[in-house]
């Protein structure tokens, strides 16, 4: 069956980066784009970006341009997502999701279980 | 890239039906057919209920149903639960391969 197994809790100090991995399987790895989505404590959802898994093309947020990197290992079958210039406002669980159709980019149905950074002193 | 717009609360009681709104602009929710709708219990990752604007995937119960007008899509809650007490977000592509979260909706089941 398809799973999306993230990498565990992260605590980083404020102006350090971090990098979360989702290895995915049970499908066909580069025919499904991934978004990247977090939530901080006691918050909405917060769409970050979303890569082109075949191509390894992106696409991020405005509000992470600059700050954000989605990339892929097609030989491991991971994604990561790294986050440089850590602010505390950045402390939220981090997600990698699958999109619902193969080369969609619309919406997703699968999601890792999630990676807490926290962003501390 | 603004969040949509989500009331933030809704309430209704067993058995009552209830319907969250969604706006956003002729960028978004407005331009395309590609809105969702994901539920999340506390401490949970986010269920899909609804794509497309008004498709269910499969084992999503009919009483959840979409729809759209012009900027504003909504979903409706029909013979609630107490289980459908949760918070709903909307999302919706935003063209360039971008998109966007509304800002949350909690329903309560009174």
């Known amino acids: 069956q398809v799973q999306l197994v993230q990498s565990g809790a992260e605590v980083k100090e404020p102006g350090a980066s971090v990098k979360v991995s989702c290895k995915a399987s049970?499908?066909?790895?580069?025919?499904?784009?991934i978004h990247w989505v977090r939530q901080a404590p006691g918050q909405g959802l917060e769409w970050m970006g979303i890569?082109?898994?075949?191509?390894?093309?992106?696409s991020y947020a405005q509000k992470f341009q600059g700050r954000v990197t989605m990339t892929r290992d097609t030989s491991t079958t991971t994604l990561y997502m790294e986050l440089t210039s850590l602010r505390s406002d950045d402390t939220a669980v981090y997600y990698c999701?699958?999109?619902?159709?193969?080369?969609?980019?619309?919406?997703?149905?699968?999601w890792g279980q999630g990676t807490l950074v926290t962003v501390s002193p | 890239q603004s969040a949509l717009t989500q009331p933030r609360s809704v309430s209704g009681s067993p058995g009552q039906s209830v319907t969250i709104s969604c706006t956003g602009t002729?960028?978004?929710?407005?331009?395309?057919?590609?809105v969702s709708w994901y539920q999340q219990h506390p401490g949970k990752a986010p269920k899909l209920m609804i794509y497309?604007?008004?498709q269910r995937p499969s084992g999503v119960p009919d009483r959840f149903s979409g729809s759209k007008s012009g900027s504003t899509a909504s979903l409706t809650i029909s013979g609630l639960q107490a289980e459908d007490e949760a918070d709903y977000y909307c999302?919706?592509?935003?063209?360039?391969?971008?998109?966007?979260f509304g800002g949350g909706t909690k329903l309560t089941v009174l």
């Open positions: 049970g499908y066909a790895f580069t025919s499904y784009y």
């Open positions: 497309d604007v008004s």
């Open positions: 002729s960028s978004d929710v407005g331009g395309y057919d590609y």
């Open positions: 999302f919706s592509y935003a063209g360039s391969y971008t998109l966007v």
């Open positions: 890569i082109n898994v075949g191509a390894g093309t992106t």
């Open positions: 999701a699958r999109d619902v159709r193969p080369g969609g980019v619309t919406t997703f149905d699968c």
